[in-house]
């Protein structure tokens, strides 16, 4: 079994994210992608959980980690959380793979691994990456539509960054409608106080370089 390097302290800032194994998709419809993010609320719980028991309503009590961004994308995800307790982001990705794979495999009728191995971790210690992670994090979905998008100088920014705000498996859907239930951003650096300085700030880094 692979060993994690990474060690966790409260209060401080990480970016996780794993992919399918092989590369292979992860979320193959659009119910796939609600049931992980339905777990990424009900698994942010001090208590233990049955999920074939846990209905729509579920009370979790006080949450073991703060998410601040989260994307899901066909064969990978990212999220970027602070820890809040000793051990939350372990318990919390435990349960959260855990249950997803469960799902995943008897739904497709599968076995073995979902994932390529543990997930992975970078602390966040600056910040200036901080606040990078925003912007690099949400722009994601813009690769399913123009993967170059970077490279391609013709890229149409509006249309990309239309798609951002409009894809529907991200946080930014909880930033523009302002009911939140999965990401907690009061305990992040303030970077963007209102809807259009995220799009101002998206539109800057599609825009880059663009000439």
Not at 50 to 70: A, C, P, Q, S, Y
Not at 168 to 173: A, N
Request: hydrophobic letters at 35%; proline letters at 3%.
């Amino acid at each position: 079994m692979a060993l994690r390097k990474q060690v966790f302290a409260p209060g401080e800032y990480y970016h996780l994210y794993n992919r399918g194994t092989e590369k292979r998709i992860i979320f193959l419809e659009e119910k796939d992608y609600r049931h992980f993010m339905f777990l990424m609320y009900i698994c942010n719980t001090t208590k233990s959980i049955e999920l074939r028991k846990i209905g729509e309503f579920f009370d979790r009590g006080e949450t073991i980690v703060d998410i601040g961004v989260f994307c899901l994308m066909p064969n990978h995800f990212h999220i970027l959380v602070r820890e809040k307790i000793e051990n939350g982001i372990s318990t919390y990705m435990r349960k959260l793979m855990t249950g997803y794979s469960m799902y995943f495999n008897k739904k497709y009728k599968r076995t073995g691994k979902l994932y390529e191995g543990v997930f992975k971790s970078i602390h966040v210690n600056k910040d200036t990456y901080l606040k990078y992670l925003y912007s690099y994090i949400h722009l994601n979905p813009a690769k399913l539509i123009d993967k170059n998008w970077k490279e391609n100088k013709n890229r149409n920014t509006n249309n990309l960054l239309k798609y951002v705000f409009s894809y529907p498996h991200s946080s930014l859907q909880e930033y523009q409608t302002g009911k939140l239930q999965i990401i907690n951003p009061s305990v992040f650096p303030v970077y963007f106080e209102k809807l259009d300085d995220h799009k101002n700030e998206l539109f800057e880094w599609l825009d880059f370089d663009n000439t």
